[in-house]
C-alpha cells in the first residue's frame, strides 16, 4: 500500500476524463487500496482515481464517523437520481475551500466492486452527494464549476497562489 499525491487544483490533469476499466486486476485492487489509504490519511471522505492522476473510472469513500466503511466502486455509473438537496462540499484537490452545491439527493449507481462483481447501489444524502462529486471527477469535472465564475475566480488565484509559493 501506499500513499499516492493528490493533485490540486487548478492543475489541468484534473480535468483529464477516465477511461473505464476493462478486468479488476490484481493491478486494479492495488490502486483501490492505494486510493483508500490515500484518502484516510488526507483525512477524506472520497477520492477519484483522477485526483491521483491514473485516469481510470474508480472511486473510493467512506462517511462513516470510525472510518471503517470503505466504499469502493469501479466504473460507476448514476442510472437514477431523485429529488435535490443542497450540502457544504470540500476536496482534497481543493483544499481550505468549502461551499454550498446542488445535488440529486438520491441517486442509484451501477458499477464494479472490488472483486469485479457487478453492484447496483442506493445511495443518499452525505455518501449520494460523496459518489456524485466523485464521479465528476472521473469526468474532469470539480465541485468549484458548480459556483459562479466570480467564486470560481477567487479560489483559482488563491491556491494558484499557494501553489508558486511551494
Ligand atoms: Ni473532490
Redesign the pocket.
Known amino acids: 500500500m501506499a500513499i499516492l499525491q493528490i493533485l490540486q487544483y487548478p492543475d489541468p490533469r484534473l480535468r483529464n476524463v477516465a477511461v473505464a476499466v476493462g478486468t479488476v486486476t490484481d493491478d486494479v485492487r492495488r490502486l483501490v487500496d492505494d486510493l483508500l489509504e490515500t484518502m484516510y490519511d488526507a483525512p477524506g471522505i ?1 477520492l ?1 482515481a483522477t ?1 491521483v492522476n491514473v485516469h481510470k473510472r474508480i472511486i473510493v469513500a467512506d462517511v462513516s464517523d470510525a472510518r471503517d466503511a470503505p466504499l469502493c466502486l469501479i466504473n460507476p455509473t448514476i442510472v437514477q437520481a431523485i429529488g435535490s438537496e443542497q450540502m457544504e462540499e470540500g ?4 483544499p481550505g475551500v468549502y461551499e454550498n452545491v446542488e445535488r440529486a439527493q438520491a441517486i442509484t449507481v451501477r458499477g464494479l466492486n472490488r472483486n469485479g462483481d457487478p453492484v447496483e447501489l442506493e445511495l443518499e444524502d452525505l455518501l449520494g452527494v460523496c459518489v456524485q ?2 464521479i465528476d ?1 472521473l469526468d474532469g469535472k ?2 468549484v464549476d458548480y459556483l459562479s465564475h466570480l467564486k470560481r475566480t477567487r479560489i483559482r488565484k488563491k491556491l494558484g497562489k499557494a501553489q508558486k509559493q511551494l
Open positions: 472520497g477519484a485526483q476536496c482534497l484537490s481543493v462529486h466523485e471527477h470539480l465541485f
